[in-house]
Each structure stands twice: as C-alpha cells, then as structure tokens.
C-alpha cells in the first residue's frame, strides 16, 4: 500500500474513529535479553532506514491536532544568557523547585542553567565539569536531586551531584557501542532519555535516527545496531537490558520518550517515528503497544502520577492516562509563535502545577500555567 493510500485512510480515521488509543496486550511474550545478528556493511545512518528521523517520509505523515481544553495558558518566565541560540531540548525540577535548562549550543558556550524558584539564573554549570555536549539531549534530576545528562552524539551519560560535581559517567565519549557486560564492556549508543525506579535506579532509553540494522561497521564495539533500554542501579551497575529489534512482540525503533508507572514500575517507551507508546515490565517483559495518532516526543510523569505526551513536531502537549487515551491537550501547533512549538520535548512540572517544555529548535522554555 503506498504511502498516498496511507495519508488518506489516516485522515478518514481520524475523522470516524474517537480519540482514544488501540492496546495489543500479551501476557506470554519472553523478556527480550538480546539483540538480532548484525548486518555486514551496513551502509550510512539513515540511508537505508523506514524510520529515520527527519526522513523524507515525515513530511508526508498525518499528524492530528487536537482541540485545546486544558485550563492552562502560555508563559515564557525564563531569559537565558544573550547570544546562545540553541534549542532547550530538555528541563527538569528539583526538590528545591530550581528548574534546569539543558540547551543546545557550541563548544566554548554554557549549556546546562539552574534557575531558582523566583525565575532567576542562578547556576551555569560549564564544560569544566560536564565538557562539551556534542548533541545535548536528555536531562533527568533522581529523587535524591542528582542532576543526569545525556549526550546522543557523544554516547555518554553524565551525574552530577546537586552541587554540580560530576560523580559517574557511563560510557565512553565519542565511542558509540554496546553494553557487554559479561566483556566488561560497558558503552553506550545513542542515549537520550531517563527514567527512574522506586529505588532509584536508572532507565536509560538509546537508539534515535539510526534504526537496526545500522552503522555497525563503524566500530568492532557496536554490533547489535538497534534501540534498547538499558537498566542500571543509581551507581551505574549492570541490572539488565533489551533490544527493540528482537523476535516477537514488541518491536520499538527508537526510545525518544520514556517513562516509568510509579503505580506497577512498568516502563513505558516513546517510539516517536512509529507513533507509538511500547511497554514492558521493569524486568524487560513485553506487556502492550498502544498506537498513537501523533509522534511520540517525549513522556512525563508528573508529582500526582499523572503522565504528559509531548508531540514533538506536531506542536502539542498531551495530558494521557495509562492507556494512551487523550485526556487533554493544549498548543498552537508546529511554528514558533506565541503557544507553538517548533518541537515539544522534555518536561518539568513545579509544585503549583505549572507545566515547563522545552523545544529543540527554539532557545525558550515554555510555561504551561495554571489559570
């Protein structure tokens, strides 16, 4: 069927067919401990792959738009320093209501802000301690006020203390590869996104533009060439991992998004190309896939465990239940006007209920407030 047919049937469905979201659900699927054979000569990142983010294939998508009805209008509280022009591709907030901003920007240029609770920059924590992130991505803050920070393109996770001294860092930089922890070979590909246990443990969500099979000839390291989580305890040892290409049920091309169910620990994967939320229990056991209408951003948990979609390129934000059925949605749609966004991503909420976004191809984070 191509893909003309497809936009069509989309449209119609979206038309006929109530807001809500399909569930495939098995009870029997193994856990998925590894990863299908690699390919030889695989060619370039995203030459070759269906999925590949910004592909000429997006453009011809149908994305919906939902009515906004969220009692929540639009604000834009935080300046960050003049003259850097990166995208805040993630925010985050800790027990002391600071907000961290983590920024897109070039070598030399700060990256990482702390704002206080009155909206002020109070703290730039510079390459001295973090060095340059070469494609900033993910920022999480753990429960006991850790801040992590991922680099994709650099394949490392950094945590800092809440002081802004660095105490881990996961992989190694600028070596894309696997996890082997039977090797002793502990690398990472692609990260970009956390998401915590109740005991404080890590999820870490990799794998972006470059679907399996690909780019393993770069690196006797990186054979396996597909998304995966990778599950750690909070001092960075081994727990488990799985793979997004392996047999059954449960595919998952990339992990843009990720969250955790505080009511049952099951995690919650945001494919974003496939439209699509894929779920798995904490010990990598296949539960359920829940088909999206719009590209599947970023996922959020809020303090009241109530969880956030952002749409990415489709200009919205999502309030879902459990099940994926829109709750409700606010934002102007794709652009970088006053309630749009260029790229809805990572979000924060603070402890009045105030929602914080932030858009990978615009310098401002967007409050959300409460009316």
């Known amino acids: 069927m191509?893909?003309?047919?497809?936009?069509?049937?989309?449209?119609l469905a979206a038309v006929v067919l109530p807001i809500t979201a399909l569930a495939q659900t098995?009870?029997?699927?193994?856990?998925?401990?590894?990863?299908?054979?690699?390919?030889?000569?695989?060619?370039?990142?995203?030459?070759?792959?269906?999925?590949?983010?910004?592909?000429?294939?997006?453009?011809?998508?149908?994305?919906?738009?939902?009515?906004?009805?969220?009692?929540?209008?639009?604000?834009?509280?935080y300046t960050l320093p003049?003259?850097?022009?990166?995208?805040v591709t993630a925010v985050a907030i800790n027990s002391k209501q600071h907000l961290f901003a983590f920024q897109r920007n070039k070598p030399g240029q700060p990256q990482l802000f702390e704002f206080d609770q009155n909206r002020k920059l109070v703290r730039t924590i510079g390459e001295d301690v973090i060095g340059h992130q070469i494609k900033a991505h993910g920022l999480?803050?753990?429960?006991?006020?850790?801040?992590?920070?991922?680099?994709?393109?650099g394949a490392v996770v950094r945590k800092l203390s809440p002081e802004g001294k660095l105490l881990l860092t996961i992989g190694v930089n600028g070596e894309r590869g696997d996890w082997d922890e039977a090797a002793g070979q502990r690398l990472l590909w692609?990260?970009?996104?956390f998401a915590f246990g109740a005991s404080g443990d890590v999820y870490i969500g990799m794998g972006h533009s470059n679907e399996s099979p690909n780019d393993t000839d770069r690196s006797p390291s990186n054979k396996i060439g597909a998304a995966r989580i990778l599950h750690l305890d909070k001092n960075g040892k081994f727990i488990n991992q799985w793979f997004g290409?392996?047999?059954?049920?449960?595919?998952?091309?990339?992990?843009?998004?990720?969250?955790?169910?505080?009511?049952?620990g099951n995690v919650y994967i945001g494919d974003r190309e496939e439209y699509r939320?894929?779920?798995?229990?904490?010990?990598?056991?296949?539960?359920?896939?829940?088909?999206?209408?719009?590209?599947?951003?970023?996922?959020?948990?809020?303090?009241?465990?109530?969880?956030?979609l952002a749409t990415g390129q489709d200009g919205q934000v999502f309030k879902i239940d459990w099940d994926g059925n829109v709750l409700g949605a606010i934002g102007n749609g794709p652009g970088r006007g006053?309630?749009?966004?260029?790229?809805?991503?990572?979000?924060?909420?603070?402890s009045h209920g105030n929602l914080f976004v932030g858009d990978t191809a615009t310098p401002r984070i967007t409050e959300l407030a409460v009316k």
């Open 2 to 11: 191509n893909r003309r047919i497809l936009n069509r049937l989309a449209v």
């Open 26 to 77: 098995t009870e029997s699927a193994p856990p998925r401990e590894v990863g299908a054979a690699p390919t030889a000569n695989a060619p370039e990142p995203c030459s070759h792959s269906p999925h590949c983010a910004w592909g000429k294939n997006r453009s011809g998508m149908v994305h919906e738009q939902h009515t906004q009805d969220l009692p929540l209008t639009f604000a834009y509280p």
């Open 82 to 87: 003049e003259g850097l022009t990166g995208g």
């Open 140 to 153: 999480a803050i753990d429960p006991e006020d850790n801040i992590w920070i991922c680099d994709e393109t």
């Open 190 to 193: 692609e990260p970009l996104t």
């Open 245 to 264: 290409n392996s047999p059954g049920q449960g595919h998952f091309s990339m992990v843009h998004g990720l969250a955790v169910n505080p009511n049952n």
């Open 277 to 308: 939320i894929v779920v798995y229990d904490r010990n990598g056991k296949f539960v359920k896939t829940i088909q999206m209408r719009n590209l599947v951003c970023a996922l959020y948990v809020d303090p009241h465990k109530q969880l956030w």
């Open 338 to 350: 006053e309630g749009q966004f260029f790229e809805s991503t990572y979000m924060a909420m603070d």
